[in-house]
């Protein structure tokens, strides 16, 4: 059974052209959990934290999630792809060789909630096409419980249902659960995989009893290694989490802003694709 090993407190921060967001994984506390590189949270219902968006900029070298539990984003990018987030969708996109896109809100008022993960891709898939999974809300499956929480699987398996994401490299578990009072789930993990929650909502205790620690709003939880299963309980309040699982590349990892390369001269020839304009094609 595996238990909570690391908690971190996601952290107040601003991205693209001004939004703010809080930050659990991809700081220097917590760099990167391989392969997951970057965990935000955005949520606020004050136009001014999110209505500057997040103008065209490059990604190469890994996949950008984004998933959206209130509001809506308009995405568009160098290839003349278009696509509109709105509540309860997702978008898997693997930048790979290269890709310049922007994503602006689509209101100027409201609550605007949601969350991108940062995976990274392995060497040999880095300057592969770029691609995209949009995927409606309508067309992520969601598992029933019997307590009354349900589970919605973005990618992986979740009590039989196969996730709306398929072909990621890193063969990852992405749920968004959703648990009310007095409740106790246990969860599928792949052993092979490094894993995390992060509490989105209310409070939840992770972990056998002998283990067990509790997570609130906000936090973050890196799981043990090795086992195959993470017991969740509720007491006195609901909880809304996300399961993240991912097969670890064991790869060098060069960062340098929205490029992930395996070396220093990956890094620089990104630049200089992208200065040159060579980077997305």
Do not use: C
């Amino acid at each position: 059974m595996r238990h909570i090993i690391q908690t971190m407190n996601a952290q107040p921060t601003s991205d693209g052209a001004g939004v703010n967001l809080y930050r659990s994984l991809g700081s220097s506390r917590l760099p990167d959990l391989d392969p997951f590189l970057l965990l935000d949270e955005f949520k606020s219902d004050q136009a001014q934290d999110y209505l500057a968006g997040f103008p065209p900029h490059p990604h190469r070298g890994f996949e950008t999630v984004t998933y959206m539990l209130a509001g809506a984003m308009r995405h568009k990018d160098s290839q003349g792809n278009t696509g509109h987030l709105r509540a309860g969708s997702v978008q898997w996109m693997t930048a790979a060789r290269g890709i310049i896109h922007e994503e602006m809100p689509e209101q100027e008022d409201g609550l605007m909630w949601g969350f991108q993960l940062w995976v990274n891709l392995p060497a040999k898939a880095k300057m592969e096409p770029p691609r995209y999974q949009d995927i409606p809300p309508s067309d992520i499956p969601e598992a029933a419980l019997d307590n009354g929480g349900r589970i919605r699987v973005i990618a992986g398996e979740s009590h039989g249902v196969s996730g709306a994401v398929q072909g990621i490299a890193t063969a990852p578990l992405y749920v968004d659960i959703r648990l009310p009072k007095h409740s106790t789930l246990t969860h599928p993990v792949p052993s092979t995989h490094n894993a995390l929650v992060y509490v989105f909502e209310g409070e939840a205790t992770f972990g056998p009893t002998e283990e067990r620690r509790t997570l609130q709003r906000g936090q973050l939880g890196v799981l043990s290694k090795g086992e195959d299963s993470l017991t969740i309980q509720t007491q006195d309040s609901e909880a809304s989490l996300l399961l993240l699982a991912g097969q670890p590349l064991k790869e060098p990892i060069v960062k340098y802003g929205p490029f992930v390369m395996n070396t220093q001269e990956e890094i620089f020839q990104a630049i200089r694709d992208y200065q040159s304009g060579n980077l997305v094609g």
